[in-house]
């Protein structure tokens, strides 16, 4: 049978060429093989040009972790700051500037571990710390922490856990920021008196995760997409709430960390999207 495969050595001088290498068998009026034919064909340019690729995917992901944890170190004190001169000076002209100062430096912090969590999952960085817990316990935790986020947008927001324990074998605060960030997208994508469900449910073997919205919908050929890096679904660079685009990639990569899987469904733009 036909065979193909790339094939590395060291040309004189140290430098490495590459070539993609085709061997066939060679048959008599019998069909016996009689020998073989190989067929070089050069490739090294282009796998010279797939490495500085890489390379350079490479070098942007050390420069973002390093730029995020430098930049963290400062913001961390700027959001303290911020805390502690809102508590001293919670009425008069001032309060209103100090919230708005908390406000966008939190926002920035958040950014910034997206940032650092999306270089941690690049490098695979991140360790998980399993153990045997309940994901309906996980999902409530979960709904808690994006139920601020979902009033601050006006979006109406209901859980649906179910009477009876999932149990699953997982990293619980990965398991939680997965759902979060989940509810937290979905949010981002509907429109003021809009809503957002979260379900929680059993099918066989697997513990199933929906969430669903009636928000601006996902267009079908952005579906296999949206997980992707800095990928923004029909977004405004000066939409409101903010993001880069990371939130739904950390999801993907965690999810497969658990040995999970994750999709997006939408009947096309304006009709919501699970």
Known sequence: AQHFHLERWEAPGGAVDWALVTRLPLRDRSGAIIGMIGVFHDVTDQKRAEEKVQEAVRRRDQFLAMLSHELR??????????ALLKKQLAEGEHARPLAILQRQSLQMARLLDDLLEASRVTENAIELRRAIVDLRTVAAEASEAARPFMEGVRVAFAANLGPVPIWVDGDPARLQQIQTNLLQNAAKYTPAGGHVTLVLEREGESAVVRVRDNGVGIAKEM???????????????????????????????????????????????????E
């Open 223 to 273: 579906l296999e997409s949206v997980f992707d890096l800095f990928v923004q679904t029909g977004r405004k660079i000066d939409r409101a709430q903010g993001g880069i685009g990371l939130g739904l990639t950390l999801v993907r990569s965690l999810v497969a960390m658990h040995g999970g899987t994750v999709e997006a469904l939408s009947e096309g733009e304006g009709k919501g999207a």
């Open 73 to 82: 170190n400062p913001l961390g004190a700027i959001v303290t700051a911020a």
